[in-house]
């Protein structure tokens, strides 16, 4: 298989890239554009383990810039180009046509559904939260937010676990919006927040980096909505009438997911067997009225 370079696209590239998306040919197809061309455009944010640039190196990697490379890849897709982008703007940009598909371990969640078309997930995954070291409140769940009106917990923009506390009985003013991940687990630090919560391979990914005056609430209980545990799946993006793309892209991953090959590629970042998405489809995942 070639390897494939993401290389970082400055504001220059960006503006080149944007001219070239996909409005660019309105008699081709996305599918067909992607494969003439031999390159596509990924959205994806700075979230580890997800997907985000190694500073080390500047190469976009994580779970889903990983998987993307080999379908696309297999897919007849020569070179991809990542475009950084905060997550909460992630869908509009898509559909504004500023990139082809979404790469960033986005949750399948049914609002989302009604914007964009989800390949079937790669993973599923619980929550977490990040807490002064000792818990000094006691929180290990959404609604022990709930229950201590004093308490403030930190999302980031866009994410789920805004959803997962409304709907957990969490007031609107006892949740504070972050740009992404590290700004949120600073605010912990800082006691702007009591909590940050997101999943938990971000949470733990944070900690291995900089744990200092902090811990992950253990034990943890997922959020319960309408009496069953919630767990997020996570997917590709797609604009919701590029049916022959997801068609396609679902094609090659269902001969990926699970296979050894599929799980030695994203054990450094955390995933693995307890991870896999199991039969769910993007579908069922669209159908589920949890968030």
Known sequence: MRHLRWPWIGIASLTVLWSCGGDADPGRSTLERIRRSGVVSVGYANEAPYAYQDRATGRVTGEAPEIARVILDRMGVERIEGVLTEFGALIPRLQAGRFDLIAAGMYITSPRCVQVAFSNPTYSIG????????????????????????????VVSGAIERKYAQQAGVADQQITTFPDPPSAMAGVRASRVSAFAATELTVQNLLNKDSEGLERAEPFTDPVIEGESVRGYGAFGFRKDETTLVAEFNRHLADFIGTPEHLKLVEPFGFGESQLPGDMTAKEACEVKVR
């Open 127 to 154: 929550e977490a939260f990040i807490v002064e070291e000792g818990n000094p409140l006691g929180l290990h769940s959404y609604e022990d937010i709930r229950d201590a009106p004093n308490t403030i917990l930190g």
